[in-house]
């Protein structure tokens, strides 16, 4: 009731177009959502995500939600997310990946979602980490636990938006690390990322996740750049 009465007041409008929202769309309407670029990575086993990882690291599954172009909707949506702190758009972006995932994914399903870590300090300057809430949707979407505590950040780096893709991978190498890992052998971990570029990031917390016996890695990102 309360709800509905906050809802007349003060309206709630989509985080892309700004127009209002209906009673049963949440953060992004659903025309905003039909005209958002999406991969179709579900039902492509052999995606661009996957392809990316070739001789780099071996993947159960790879995909994005969205691509991510410059100035485009995507771009605006996870600017938002990312700099404006509106964690209801990674919300609303993990329960629609979700959801596909939820149809569509493989059989062997993850036993933990690990989104990448930002550094404690960036994590305090920012006030939160941009994928977490992205994650916690996914989590709460597929039933799969959130495990924040065994792949941290152990070097502090500045933004890698506008580095060259040779500059983001001398960046990453030696970031990463693993903390209390003896309990996790045998596991199948889900990365989860806002946007994937060169995959280099990635690619690093997932060689850091594969020095752990028996560990599978699978990827998914709310958008690629294309």
């Avoid at 596909?100 to 994590?123: G, T």
Wanted: net charge positive.
């Amino acid at each position: 009731m309360l709800s509905h009465f906050i809802r007349l007041f003060y309206p709630e409008t989509c985080a892309s177009c700004q127009a209002l929202l209906l009673h049963q769309e949440f953060v992004i309407c659903t025309r905003c959502r039909h005209d958002l670029p999406q991969t179709l990575h579900h039902l492509q086993k052999d995606n661009e995500v996957v392809r990316k990882f070739y001789g780099r690291i071996p993947l159960v599954y790879g995909g994005a939600l969205l691509y991510f172009h410059k100035k485009g909707a995507v771009q605006e949506l996870i600017h938002h997310l990312k700099y404006k702190g509106q964690e209801t758009i990674g919300t609303a972006i993990g329960h629609w990946h979700g959801a596909v995932l939820q149809r569509n994914f493989p059989s062997l399903y993850p036993d933990f979602i690990i989104p990448v870590p930002l550094h404690p300090r960036k994590q305090r300057q920012r006030g939160f980490n941009q994928v977490d809430s992205y994650a916690d949707a996914l989590a709460e979407r597929l039933g799969i636990p959130c495990l924040r505590t065994l792949l941290v950040r152990q070097l502090y780096s500045k933004t890698q938006t506008k580095k060259s893709i040779v500059g983001r991978s001398e960046v990453v190498h030696e970031i990463f690390g693993l903390r209390n890992a003896e309990g996790f052998h045998h596991n199948h971990f889900l990365l989860v990322d806002d946007v994937i570029t060169t995959g280099s990031t990635l690619e690093a917390c997932a060689r850091e996740l594969l020095k752990i016996p028996g560990a599978k890695i699978s990827i998914v990102c709310m958008a690629m750049s294309q």
